[in-house]
């Protein structure tokens, strides 16, 4: 199992186990300590993973920090617990007097569900405000996931972590600065454009009060756009030829024709195409995989063969419907919450796996047959 589905299979566990968790210790030994173990550290042996470390502090000894993560005997990583559903913040936590006084050049602030990776980026020996890493177990972001693999044991490399850490705080402090400037951009950067926009004219309050609804505006286009671009050229069809088997055709599965420029891709579909393709995973490898938008529906396709559609996916209107591919390739329709229509996929998880997997056995006596 690939790590990335050890990491979905833990998480799809946690919420039976939170009703449960009561406490920090049910915390460590529920959730805590199991994602410890998927990291690829035995927490059962002191040579790698040390409960209550010891981390004198000057005059004060006994400190103690819940876990120690081991590497080559020294202490390389510094992880403080707290209860599961407690808010994660930094005033009160005791990393910044433990991590000074250990070789540990990476500490974890955890609940069980988000883990808050921190190093010394800023001033040598002295832990960072924020984290340079966030991952979220309940919402995770799979583009995440290879930075959080480094951490493995069999991965763990301090120096080229550190360098990463480095990249991945100064992204994220960019990232959330042109979030801040997409939804409401500042003065600062409104003024920025239109010394470019009108060169030469001063920028008076009137003129900033006049521009800066269009310029959050064109903000907003400009984003839509060129995601749009983007997936119409990397999710639609390359080649029509490819697309369709010998003999198919659009009408023989009902399949719409490309309505060009009016059809509009949603963040919904997209969400529910993803969440269908990780669905799938188990069956089917990602890369056969495949999204095409039509007029009013898009569409899961295995290997961009419209013979071979998973479902289909009706929400551009008020209902949110999910057709799933039957036996005869005919479209069995259910109907989703229309407030929560992705989460809503996930019991129908079985139909989609079962249809993907009929398609991969027909694939297969195919082949069969032909040797």
Same mark, same amino acid.
């Given at each position: 199992?690939?790590?990335?589905?050890?990491?979905?299979?833990?998480?799809?566990?946690?919420? =039976?186990?939170?009703?449960?968790?009561?406490?920090?210790?049910?915390?460590?030994?529920?959730?805590?300590? $199991?994602?410890?173990?998927?990291?690829?550290?035995?927490?059962?042996?002191?040579?790698?993973?040390?409960? *209550?470390?010891?981390?004198?502090?000057? %005059?004060?000894?006994?400190?103690?920090?819940?876990?120690?993560?081991?590497?080559?005997?020294?202490?390389?990583?510094?992880?403080?617990?707290?209860?599961?559903?407690?808010?994660?913040?930094?005033?009160?936590?005791?990393?910044?007097?433990?991590?000074?006084?250990?070789? =540990? #050049?990476?500490?974890?602030?955890?609940?069980?569900?988000?883990?808050?990776?921190?190093?010394?980026?800023?001033?040598?020996?002295?832990?960072?405000?924020?984290?340079?890493?966030?991952?979220?177990?309940?919402?995770?972001?799979?583009?995440?996931?290879?930075?959080?693999?480094?951490?493995?044991?069999?991965?763990?490399?301090?120096?080229?972590?550190?360098?990463?850490?480095?990249?991945?705080?100064?992204? /994220?402090?960019?990232?959330?600065?042109?979030?801040?400037?997409?939804?409401? $951009?500042?003065?600062?950067?409104?003024?920025?454009?239109?010394?470019?926009?009108?060169?030469?004219?001063?920028?008076?309050? &009137?003129?900033?009060?006049?521009?800066?609804?269009?310029?959050?505006? =064109?903000?907003?286009?400009?984003?839509? *756009?060129?995601? &749009?671009?983007?997936?119409?050229?990397?999710?639609?069809?390359?080649?029509?030829?490819?697309?369709?088997?010998?003999?198919?055709?659009?009408?023989?599965?009902?399949?719409?024709?490309?309505? /060009?420029?009016?059809?509009?891709?949603?963040?919904?579909?997209?969400?529910?195409?993803?969440?269908?393709?990780?669905?799938?995973?188990?069956?089917?490898? $990602?890369?056969?995989?495949?999204?095409?938008?039509?007029?009013?529906?898009?569409?899961?396709?295995?290997?961009?063969?419209? #013979?071979?559609?998973?479902?289909?996916?009706?929400?551009?209107?008020? %209902?949110?419907?999910?057709?799933?591919?039957? *036996?005869?390739?005919? *479209?069995?329709?259910?109907?989703?919450?229309? %407030?929560?229509?992705?989460?809503?996929?996930?019991?129908?998880?079985?139909?989609?796996?079962?249809?993907?997997?009929?398609?991969?056995?027909?694939?297969?006596?195919?082949?069969?047959?032909? /040797?």
């Amino acid at each position: 199992m690939d790590f990335i589905d050890e990491i979905k299979h833990f998480s799809k566990k946690i919420d =039976a186990l939170s009703q449960h968790i009561k406490t920090e210790e049910a915390t460590k030994h529920s959730l805590i300590m $199991p994602f410890i173990q998927l990291l690829g550290y035995d927490v059962f042996d002191p040579s790698e993973v040390v409960p *209550e470390y010891t981390a004198d502090i000057g %005059t004060k000894k006994g400190e103690k920090v819940d876990y120690a993560i081991m590497v080559n005997g020294k202490p390389a990583i510094l992880l403080e617990a707290k209860c599961f559903g407690d808010l994660l913040t930094t005033h009160d936590t005791q990393l910044f007097r433990y991590f000074s006084a250990t070789e =540990a #050049r990476f500490a974890i602030l955890t609940n069980g569900i988000v883990y808050k990776f921190y190093s010394d980026l800023q001033q040598p020996n002295k832990l960072d405000d924020s984290p340079f890493l966030e991952f979220n177990l309940l919402d995770i972001k799979e583009a995440l996931v290879p930075e959080l693999k480094k951490f493995q044991k069999e991965n763990f490399d301090s120096e080229a972590l550190f360098s990463t850490a480095a990249n991945l705080k100064y992204v /994220g402090q960019i990232k959330t600065i042109m979030d801040a400037e997409l939804k409401d $951009p500042s003065v600062e950067f409104c003024r920025y454009l239109l010394k470019q926009i009108l060169p030469g004219k001063p920028i008076t309050q &009137n003129v900033m009060d006049k521009f800066r609804p269009l310029i959050k505006k =064109a903000l907003s286009l400009f984003v839509t *756009e060129l995601i &749009n671009e983007k997936l119409k050229s990397a999710l639609s069809s390359t080649d029509s030829d490819d697309a369709i088997g010998d003999g198919d055709t659009f009408q023989d599965v009902d399949y719409e024709e490309d309505a /060009g420029d009016s059809i509009v891709t949603t963040d919904e579909e997209l969400e529910g195409f993803f969440l269908i393709k990780s669905l799938l995973r188990q069956v089917v490898p $990602p890369q056969r995989i495949f999204f095409k938008d039509n007029k009013s529906y898009s569409v899961v396709l295995i290997d961009n063969n419209v #013979r071979k559609w998973v479902c289909r996916l009706y929400f551009d209107g008020v %209902t949110k419907v999910l057709a799933i591919a039957d *036996e005869d390739k005919k *479209e069995h329709k259910v109907m989703l919450d229309a %407030t929560n229509a992705i989460d809503d996929i996930y019991q129908y998880q079985n139909q989609l796996v079962e249809t993907a997997r009929r398609y991969l056995t027909e694939e297969s006596e195919k082949k069969a047959s032909e /040797g």
